[in-house]
């Protein structure tokens, strides 16, 4: 048995609003709550890397009082990490380029940093304990504020040569016409199926007059279309919501349909907000994404599965350090 009490780790997941933080096990159970608080941005829109050091620096103290945790931290990034050196490459959320953030923590807490983007750190917590445990080929998927995904392949994370693979968001469908993207380009995939993308094509909709709820819906918000708003309007029979839904869903299952016939994936996990957020989405995609495939195997094979956790990027945190220590998972691990 291993022992719980000292197998406890600090995870901390950092989004583009939120920083959340938990303590976790090795067998991935949550110890106590879990607990958000705001990234500070400073004046100039940048996100106070200092304040967030402080932050974590406060809950691994409060932490420690409450249960014996190992001297390591685990960071979730909504951007992209090196690995090696702990530094935040780019973030755009955050505004952040090339910031020494795993070396600030370690210098100001004392303790191991692992630290990793969070569609990485999501597959590895999948991969331990989730959905994809046991599974050898694997595509980690998140559709929430962005599009893009991780793969696990032959038993283990698969980073490419830079550690950037899984960025199939930024595949751009229309580069002429398209809306720009976070990431420069114009026209990716993610412009067209993430969730802010479902909420632009809710405000059309309302601009063209083709959907009588959702314009009721947005009245109560300034008539500002949400995504959740497209979906209410959809559970409630309303075509416009309908058609733009299956829109998102074709080009969702093209795109990782595409994937699947590349790599001949055992399953796809599909986690973020829109996921999270609708049932029928995701076993939509799960039923669509056949006629996207090209061998009888497969289509009858592949596997669908909704993200195991509440936020899996936190487990995949606290699941990094228990890999990078032996504890758990280490086989896991990108060669
Ligand atoms: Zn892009």
Redesign the pocket.
Known sequence: MPNKAYNCVLAVDIGGTNARFGIIDANGELIGEMNTLPVTLRADGVADEVELVELIRHQLKQATQRVDLLPAVGISLCGNVDRATGEAVLVPNLHWRNVPFGRMIQERCGVEVQIATDVRQAALAEALWGAASGVRNFLWVTVGTGYGGYLFLNGRLYGGSHGFAGNF??TPLDEVDGYM???G?RG?V?TFVAGPAIARAGQLALAKEQSQLLADLAASNQDEVTAPMVFEAFEAGDKAAQRILERVIFLICQNLGAAVNLLDLDMIVLGGGVCNGSEWFVKRIDQRIRDFLETVEARRDLQVARESFVDSALWGAAADVFAHRGIVGTSLLET
Do not use: I, L, N
């Open positions: 968001g930024h993207c976070g990431c380009q990716c993610e």
